[in-house]
């Protein structure tokens, strides 16, 4: 595989961006084999290997971001970047503040 030539961060995180977005369609997918309650099907196997690449893609870009982390230098997040997110306790983990700050009133069903 050729080296890849330098690429701007704003579009490498609007692509990584996008791949998320991919990689949680599939994950939302595999709620049809809770749904089924029946046998494996075909369907429901090709829709279970969908564990298998998610998890695969999403520690893939893990370890990009990671790499890309040291390359940020002191660039800044945009605060208006943060507001859409609906999940505080990962709103204040990504904003450096510590879990208790989060709002209540989310419930986890596991």
Do not use: K, W, Y
Not at 63 to 82: E, K
């Amino acid at each position: 595989m050729s080296q890849p030539s330098a690429v701007s961060l704003s579009l490498v995180l609007e692509r990584i961006g996008q791949e998320l977005s991919r990689q949680a369609e599939a994950v939302r997918s595999l709620h049809t084999l809770v749904e089924a309650g029946s046998g494996p099907s075909t369907e429901a196997l090709v829709t279970a290997q969908a564990i298998d690449t998610s998890s695969q893609h999403l520690g893939e870009l893990s370890g990009l971001l990671q790499c890309l982390s040291g390359s940020a230098g002191d660039a800044f997040a945009p605060a208006s970047c943060f507001e859409p997110m609906t999940l505080s306790g990962l709103r204040a983990r990504l904003l450096g503040d510590a879990e208790e700050n989060a709002e209540s009133g989310e419930v986890d069903f596991f």
